[in-house]
Every structure is written in structure tokens, then in C-alpha cells.
């Protein structure tokens, strides 16, 4: 049963491409079974705008119609293509500083999601993976070594994780992203290791999911996020894990799925869990939403896996 817990569409995100439902259709057309839309939630500082919309004139203002345009089409799609594919509709969460918790906090209370993803994009309010330049304005920040800036940036996801315990963690590394060696293995820094596995216990302790997240392949890397020893870490836990894409674009719907499995395997990683509509609830603020275990090797026997070159 192949699904993505965690996609974008250059409608509601400016630095993908193509439209939601263009999305959905490409899903349903790979076979896969269940999708849960994902757009960034807004942001309500100036700062925070990205270049991308400064060019295109955005205001925060702006970001915050866009979002309420997401959830009204996402909920349209839901509906309309309810007898192709489970469309689950929730929102990533830009956690910049601590007040980004009031603006979750009102977004939950706005719209009914079924689901959030917790993520990082920013430690020092600055941008870690839009492109070199800010990231090194970040790792300046943190006193100019890449190990320094792991370490704020594992801090900052703790606080977001202890102020808004998110059903899924998104890309938990993607700190390594622009740094100077993308396939770091963070247990030669023992002081970033440590934070890593004690944002790895509290997250097994609410009851967290981490995402095995194949855009890390499309962008060079030689692992999805989270990389192997993090991943063996969480499986030692008893934590669970979803499968995403992480997709920006049609063409990136299901990318690398094939070479994911494949490491997911090599983990020992034998159940993942995928999100549904149903009763049996794994978060009371989503109360319309449950999650079921489905056995790795199975996976291969669909058809999506079948119409892989």
C-alpha cells in the first residue's frame, strides 16, 4: 500500500511546482492509496518571507490567505477523489521561534486537520535549507563549525517537539542538508549524538512518529532522512515510522520509493504505520484519524511497485 505522509504543490508553496490536484491525480495514477497534503503553515514575522515571495510580492498577510486558499481546495480534492485515494489534509510546521506556537496552536483551532508535521526550518530565525548562503549565516550564528550549528538545531527541534508533541517528525536530519558533509554521521560529534537521542526518547515517549523521507535521495544524499544510526536508535526505542515522499512536484510523487524500501529493509525495520480516517484515534486533536501497521514486505507486492521501470 504505497502512500506519502508529507507533500507540496507549487499552488500553495512557491518553491514547488504544480497544481494540488495535479498532485493527487499523479498519486492515484502511481497506485498509491493513501495522501496526506502537507503545506507549510504561514508566517507572521516580515523576516520570515522567503525570497521567493518577496519577488512575488507576498505579505504575511498574504501567506495566511494562501493557507486558508490550501485548505479549502484540500478539502475539495478530499471529496472529489474520495473513491480513488485516502486524501488525509494537514500542515507542516515552520517552527522559527517559541511564539510559532501560538500561530499552530490558532491553526489547529481554525481548521479540523487530520495531522501535523513537526519540522525545522530554521534555527537562529534564519533559514537552514533554502540555500548555502543562509545556512552559513546560521552556522555564523552558532559560532561558525557545522557541529555547533547540529547542536542548536537538534535544541530548537526539542523545543518544538515539548511545545507542540507533533504526530510525525518530519526530515529529523535535514540539518545536514547544506552543511559541509551532507552524509554525516552524527555519532562522530558526541555532543550532537546525545541531543539526537534525547529528542529521540521524548518523541518515543508522546508517542511520535518519525518519517523515512526519500527526498533526501533526490537531493544527492546517499540516505533517506533520518539517516541509519538515527533510524536504529528510534527502532531500539520501540518507535514507529511512516513513509513520505516529501514531493514538490509531480514528477517527485513517490521518488526513489524503490531504493527507500530497499533501506528501510536493510534496517530491520519489518511494520511501518500509515495515518487513515477512522475512530481509533492516536491523537485527540485529530480525533477523525487512526494509524495502522502494515507489514514492509508487502509493499512490494502492489502495483505501484510494479510499474517501476
Given at each position: 500500500m504505497p502512500f506519502s505522509h508529507h507533500s507540496h504543490s507549487g499552488q500553495f508553496c512557491l518553491h514547488a511546482k504544480d497544481k494540488l490536484e495535479e498532485i493527487v491525480k499523479e498519486a492515484i495514477s502511481k497506485g498509491?492509496?493513501?495522501?496526506?497534503?502537507?503545506?507549510?503553515?504561514?508566517?507572521?514575522?516580515?523576516?520570515?518571507?522567503?525570497?521567493?515571495?518577496?519577488?512575488?510580492?507576498?505579505?504575511?498577510?498574504?501567506?495566511?490567505d494562501t493557507f486558508s486558499a490550501y485548505h479549502a481546495e484540500a478539502r475539495r480534492l478530499q471529496e472529489a477523489y474520495s473513491s480513488a485515494i485516502q486524501i488525509l489534509v494537514g500542515t507542516e510546521i515552520d517552527w522559527i521561534r517559541p511564539s510559532s506556537r501560538k500561530i499552530v496552536e490558532d491553526l489547529i483551532m481554525k481548521y479540523p486537520f487530520d495531522t501535523l508535521i513537526g519540522s525545522i526550518h530554521h534555527v537562529h530565525t534564519i533559514?537552514?535549507?533554502?540555500?548555502?548562503?543562509?545556512?552559513?549565516?546560521?552556522?555564523?550564528?552558532?559560532?561558525?563549525?557545522?557541529?555547533?550549528?547540529?547542536?542548536?538545531?537538534?535544541?530548537?527541534?526539542?523545543?518544538?517537539?515539548?511545545?507542540?508533541?507533533?504526530?510525525?517528525?518530519?526530515?529529523?536530519?535535514?540539518i545536514r542538508l547544506k552543511s559541509d558533509a551532507p552524509n554525516v554521521n552524527f555519532m562522530q560529534h558526541s555532543a550532537v549524538w546525545e541531543k539526537i537521542v534525547r529528542n529521540l526518547k521524548f518523541i518515543s515517549e508522546y508517542g511520535g512518529i518519525l518519517e523515512v523521507d526519500s527526498a533526501a535521495l533526490r537531493k544527492g544524499m546517499t540516505e533517506p532522512y533520518p539517516q541509519a544510526n538515527i533510524c536504529l536508535e528510534f527502532l531500539k526505542l520501540g518507535g514507529d515510522f511512516v513513509l513520505s515522499d516529501d514531493s514538490h512536484a509531480v514528477n517527485q510523487v513517490g521518488y526513489g520509493y524503490d531504493r527507500t524500501?530497499?533501506?528501510?529493509?536493510?534496517?530491520?525495520?519489518?511494520?511501518?504505520?500509515?495515518?487513515?480516517?477512522?475512530?481509533?484515534?492516536?491523537?485527540?486533536?485529530?480525533?477523525?484519524?487512526?494509524?495502522?501497521?502494515?507489514?514492509?514486505?508487502t509493499l512490494w507486492d502492489h502495483a505501484f511497485f510494479k510499474r517501476l521501470p
Open positions: 498509491m492509496e493513501t495522501l496526506v497534503l502537507t503545506e507549510h503553515m504561514p508566517r507572521d514575522q516580515e523576516g520570515d518571507i522567503y525570497p521567493e515571495e518577496i519577488e512575488a510580492g507576498a505579505s504575511n498577510d498574504d501567506l495566511f533559514p537552514i535549507d533554502f540555500d548555502r548562503l543562509m545556512y552559513e549565516r546560521a552556522r555564523h550564528e552558532s559560532g561558525g563549525a557545522d557541529e555547533m550549528l547540529f547542536a542548536d538545531y537538534f535544541d530548537a527541534q526539542l523545543a518544538m517537539l515539548e511545545a507542540l508533541r507533533p504526530p510525525i517528525v518530519g526530515h529529523f536530519d535535514l524500501i530497499r533501506y528501510i529493509e536493510s534496517l530491520g525495520i519489518k511494520e511501518l504505520v500509515v495515518l487513515e480516517r477512522g475512530t481509533r484515534t492516536v491523537d485527540s486533536r485529530f480525533p477523525r484519524v487512526s494509524a495502522r501497521r502494515l507489514l514492509v514486505r
